[in-house]
């Protein structure tokens, strides 16, 4: 193992009714911000719970985060929190909305443009934000990180911010989430435990058996999850997978890759997918093309997860590789990128932004341009 340190602060309060306890949670004092997206939680009873819980409280209200949040909205908002000296932000929405309230968290205490941050990397100070999740996939409610988009420029960027004080994760907010983000919030949570786990094997047993745990449950539920999203116990499987999958908790001491989800950012950013979609298409061309590198894992996570022990070790990856692609497919993703309309013009572009920005991402360090464009072709 290599030599980490783990530190998570984020109070996680969990289960049905738990919005209420809002009023207690938010210091006294706190000027309050409460972000929210395009109106979900209008229609869904999520803003009542929460208008409710803080009724009396003093706070100012941001909409219009979009998926895939904007620098371009969120200045607006760093400049009503400025104007209001807002000490305490409240995201009620999904990763779009934590995301871009852990931009304005620190934009509020930045005097430069908001953009500068998230070129930087990592935000230096920031106000403390907590949330209210009604979509499970990225895990944003108990991690650090944001990605945000600049979309004058088409770009994409993920930058590190701070970690929710608290975030409170009732499943019954789940209940009104249409099938398609289900579904991308599964694929989302599927392929984050794959970039921490699908490097080289031998590294930690309990890290592997950790994600190979939140890989069966997510096999196990998806079907269930996509037919009867009103099920509080399916759907509470879900939304802890979905935390569990990214909040530091499976990558201690072990190596990670992420070059699916860079890739994935660049289709978002240039052709608007949705970020769960881009990765189920991209994972099968990054297993593809390095399955020489990934190979001992690969045989591990075809064995333990889709029970495959028959044929030589390459038929095992070949029907480890076709499982993968046909999990996706269950789901009801496209797997190629000619399903989505994206050819050979957006496949240069990537490869000409990689080797612009000198990148080299993977557990190798070996996804640059030339490497993502034969990821992108093998999953054409
Ligand atoms: O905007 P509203 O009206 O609220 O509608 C949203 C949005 O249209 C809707 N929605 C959310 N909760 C709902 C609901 N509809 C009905 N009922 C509910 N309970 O769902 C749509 C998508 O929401 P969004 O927040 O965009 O989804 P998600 O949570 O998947 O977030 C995606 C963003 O997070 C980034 C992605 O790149 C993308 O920008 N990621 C963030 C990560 C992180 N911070 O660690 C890691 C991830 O890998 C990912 O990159
Ligand atoms: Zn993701």
């Given at each position: 193992?290599?030599?980490?340190?783990?530190?998570?602060?984020?109070?996680?309060?969990?289960?049905?009714?738990?919005?209420?306890?809002?009023?207690?949670?938010?210091?006294?004092?706190k000027r309050i911000m409460i972000t929210?997206?395009?109106?979900?939680?209008?229609?869904?009873?999520?803003?009542?719970?929460?208008?409710?819980?803080?009724?009396?409280?003093d706070f100012v209200?941001f909409?219009?985060?979009?998926?895939?949040?904007?620098?371009?909205?969120?200045?607006?908002a760093i400049a009503l929190g400025k104007e209001r000296k807002v000490d305490f932000l409240l995201?009620?929405?999904?990763?779009?909305?934590?995301?871009?309230?852990?931009?304005i968290a620190?934009g509020l205490l930045?005097?430069?443009?908001?953009?500068?941050?998230?070129?930087?990397?990592?935000?230096?100070?920031?106000v403390p934000m907590?949330?209210?999740?009604?979509?499970?996939?990225?895990?944003?409610?108990?991690?650090?990180?944001?990605?945000?988009?600049?979309?004058?420029?088409?770009?994409?960027?993920?930058?590190?911010?701070?970690?929710?004080?608290?975030?409170?994760?009732?499943?019954?907010?789940?209940?009104?989430?249409?099938?398609?983000?289900?579904?991308?919030?599964?694929?989302?949570?599927?392929?984050?435990?794959?970039?921490?786990?699908?490097?080289?094997?031998?590294?930690?047993?309990?890290?592997?058996?950790?994600?190979?745990?939140?890989?069966?449950?997510?096999?196990?539920?998806?079907?269930?999850?996509?037919?009867?999203?009103?099920?509080?116990?399916?759907?509470?499987?879900?939304?802890?997978?979905?935390?569990?999958?990214?909040?530091?908790?499976?990558?201690?001491?072990?190596?990670?890759?992420?070059?699916?989800?860079?890739?994935?950012?660049?289709?978002?950013?240039?052709?608007?997918?949705?970020?769960?979609?881009?990765?189920?298409?991209?994972?099968?061309?990054?297993?593809?093309?390095?399955?020489?590198?990934?190979?001992?894992?690969?045989?591990?996570?075809?064995?333990?997860?889709?029970?495959?022990?028959?044929?030589?070790?390459?038929?095992?990856?070949?029907?480890?590789?076709?499982?993968?692609?046909?999990?996706?497919?269950?789901?009801?993703?496209?797997?190629?990128?000619?399903?989505?309309?994206?050819?050979?013009?957006?496949?240069?572009?990537?490869?000409?932004?990689?080797?612009?920005?000198?990148?080299?991402?993977?557990?190798?360090?070996?996804?640059?341009?030339?490497?993502?464009?034969?990821?992108?072709?093998?999953?054409?």
């Amino acid at each position: 193992m290599k030599n980490f340190i783990y530190h998570n602060p984020t109070e996680l309060i969990f289960g049905k009714g738990q919005i209420a306890r809002l009023s207690t949670l938010i210091p006294a004092d706190k000027r309050i911000m409460i972000t929210f997206g395009g109106g979900s939680v209008k229609r869904n009873g999520v803003y009542d719970q929460v208008v409710a819980a803080l009724a009396g409280r003093d706070f100012v209200e941001f909409w219009g985060i979009e998926p895939n949040p904007s620098v371009e909205t969120l200045r607006k908002a760093i400049a009503l929190g400025k104007e209001r000296k807002v000490d305490f932000l409240l995201a009620v929405g999904g990763g779009s909305v934590i995301d871009g309230t852990k931009l304005i968290a620190a934009g509020l205490l930045y005097d430069g443009d908001a953009w500068d941050i998230v070129l930087k990397g990592k935000a230096e100070h920031t106000v403390p934000m907590a949330t209210v999740l009604t979509m499970s996939a990225t895990g944003s409610e108990m991690n650090s990180g944001a990605v945000i988009s600049r979309y004058e420029t088409k770009e994409k960027f993920a930058f590190y911010g701070n970690y929710p004080v608290f975030s409170i994760l009732d499943p019954e907010t789940l209940f009104s989430l249409p099938t398609r983000q289900i579904a991308c919030g599964l694929s989302d949570t599927f392929v984050h435990v794959l970039e921490q786990y699908m490097t080289t094997p031998g590294q930690s047993r309990l890290m592997d058996r950790w994600a190979e745990g939140i890989l069966h449950t997510i096999v196990e539920i998806a079907p269930r999850a996509l037919a009867e999203p009103r099920d509080y116990d399916v759907m509470s499987e879900y939304m802890l997978g979905a935390t569990l999958g990214l909040n530091d908790m499976i990558a201690m001491g072990v190596t990670q890759d992420w070059a699916t989800h860079m890739i994935g950012h660049e289709l978002t950013a240039l052709h608007g997918l949705t970020h769960g979609a881009t990765l189920a298409i991209v994972i099968n061309g990054t297993l593809r093309t390095l399955r020489e590198q990934k190979h001992g894992k690969l045989l591990q996570y075809g064995e333990r997860i889709w029970g495959i022990t028959e044929g030589s070790e390459e038929e095992r990856i070949e029907q480890t590789l076709a499982r993968t692609e046909a999990f996706f497919r269950s789901l009801g993703l496209s797997t190629h990128l000619s399903e989505e309309g994206i050819g050979e013009e957006t496949i240069a572009e990537i490869e000409r932004r990689f080797n612009a920005q000198g990148v080299h991402y993977g557990e190798a360090g070996n996804v640059d341009g030339a490497m993502a464009r034969r990821i992108l072709e093998a999953c054409r």
